[in-house]
């Protein structure tokens, strides 16, 4: 039996993983698609094997098949008005990060959600869904390193996409720093206050605007967290996921692209100038899926139990201050102050 009816809202070649999840489920179907041209939707159908109508606008592909949810897979800047036509619309909304092209955008689809209580908006973050990233935050939040004050992330890959990327204003920023942002407020339960942010496009740099950027951030809990990203820079990669340090009270938990583990002091030692550390492991208990599916899986099981999903839009909203705030504070040169609930 289907239970939700599915419009896909863009048809590039993210929509892919988005098509795929939905095609597994069988309590799921697409029943419409929406691009800005038909062609992206006749190929769709071509290599999934579907017969699924083409609409040129979420609000007459709704209206037309009874849909329930949407898939907001286009371009940030189309998020404002595929959202908006979806709640307004009636219907749950899944989206690609993300929320919006600008906070007061974002804003103004959080007060929208706020007033369609009985629909659920959730965003993509997929790199919450990663079985290290879920034992280091167990690590973390289970006391191991004491409080965590101290949060450093370095992310250094040298990614030739071309296309509209190399063409943005603040590529790294705006494309994938929400990510790391995301993870650092997943890994340590606390929301960001400020941030100053230091943008700019090194030497060798393939792209037009600033593809590289120091950030700093003040978390509500006391913690800081540093963000030092090149999506420029060739040769000792970093993961996708960045590099990770975590220094607590007790002990830093560490995270590069093995299993996250923590040193903490070791116990009975008498004061000395350095003390001997004890090596403790991260406890891997999570056994969801990876990545994109494992968002989704939350984001439809959160349907299925009628709660919130782990990262809808009034979560998601303060990782998306994080990504603006930062863009604002490089351009005004300045500490800024970021959303408060």
């Not at 979420?58 to 329930?68: D, K, L, P």
């Not at 008005?81 to 690609?96: D, F, I, K, N, R």
């Amino acid at each position: 039996m289907t239970t939700y009816r599915i419009v896909q809202a863009g048809c590039g070649s993210m929509a892919n993983t988005w098509v795929k999840y939905a095609l597994e489920r069988e309590d799921a179907e697409i029943v419409a698609w929406v691009d800005l041209y038909e062609a992206a939707a006749v190929k769709m159908n071509e290599t999934y094997g579907l017969s699924v109508p083409w609409f040129a606008s979420v609000e007459e592909a709704i209206r037309e098949t009874g849909a329930n949810l949407v898939f907001d897979v286009t371009v940030p800047s189309a998020h404002r008005a595929v959202a908006t036509a979806a709640l307004e619309g009636g219907c749950h909304l899944m989206s690609e990060k993300p929320m919006a092209a600008s906070m007061e955008e974002a804003e103004e689809l959080a007060q929208l959600a706020a007033s369609k209580p009985a629909l659920q908006y959730s965003i993509m973050q997929n790199r919450r869904y990663l079985k290290n990233i879920r034992a280091l935050r167990d690590l973390v939040r289970a006391g191991t390193i004491g409080k965590p004050g101290f949060v450093t992330a370095d992310f250094f890959v040298g990614a030739h996409f071309g296309g509209f990327r190399d063409a943005m204003e603040s590529p790294l920023i705006m494309d994938m720093a929400i990510h790391t942002f995301d993870q650092a407020r997943f890994l340590i339960g606390a929301n960001p206050v400020s941030v100053y942010c230091h943008e700019f496009n090194p030497e060798g740099s393939w792209y037009t605007g600033n593809a590289a950027a120091t950030c700093i951030f003040e978390f509500d809990n006391g913690a800081v967290f540093t963000y030092n990203g090149s999506w420029c820079s060739e040769g000792l990669r970093t993961t996708w996921e960045a590099e990770w340090r975590i220094a607590g009270s007790k002990g830093t938990a560490s995270w590069k692209d093995a299993a996250p583990y923590a040193e903490v002091v070791a116990p009975g030692q008498e004061a000395k100038f350095l003390y001997e550390y004890e090596r403790v492991e991260a406890p891997f208990t999570w056994d969801g899926r990876e990545g994109h599916y494992g968002c989704l899986d939350e984001m439809f099981q959160a349907l299925a139990e009628g709660r919130s999903a782990e990262t809808s839009y009034a979560d998601n909203i303060y990782s998306t201050a994080m990504v603006f705030g930062a863009i604002q504070s490089a351009k005004e040169q300045r500490k800024v102050m970021l959303r408060r609930a």
